[in-house]
């Protein structure tokens, strides 16, 4: 019921209107400070050296996300320097906006999620809970915004490719050529 009143009321359009735009500065000005000057190599040096773990058992709450950050991330800080800058602006810039709002909202709530995992709180579970909503609220969420003239174009285009491909669709029923 709550599902369906986000998606679809124009009340909670308006509501969800005004959460993705303060989410969206948060992620914008997150992103602008480290834009030209951000190195994640300490961040992920302090993530691997001091790992979330289980007080009881003095255990690993999350060995594979160290792992991931071990091998994989900070071999490629220089190219996380520039992903998380940029992928932070993005996802502000796509909520304010409300151009393509659900994908921005599934970014910022992953990179959350990862911020998370590494041991960082701060402000993260407060942008997680209102990143859920926005997602939650599906298209409704950039009803006031871009999504409103975007998502109808890219259907449109989503169409032509797929007739394009050999499919013809007439009505509910899918025929091949």
Known sequence: MVIRWLSENKYAAGLMLLLRVYLGWQWLSAGWHKLGGFDASGFLKGAIGNPVVDKATNELVYPTFTAFLEHVALPNAKIINVLIPLGECLVGLGLILGALTTAAAFFGLLMNFMFMFAGTVSTN???????????AAGANAGKFGCDFFVLPYLRTLIQK???RNGTVHLSNKTFPR
């Open 125 to 135: 579970p407060w942008l997680m809970l209102i990143g859920i909503l926005v997602f």
């Open 161 to 163: 490719i797929r007739n």
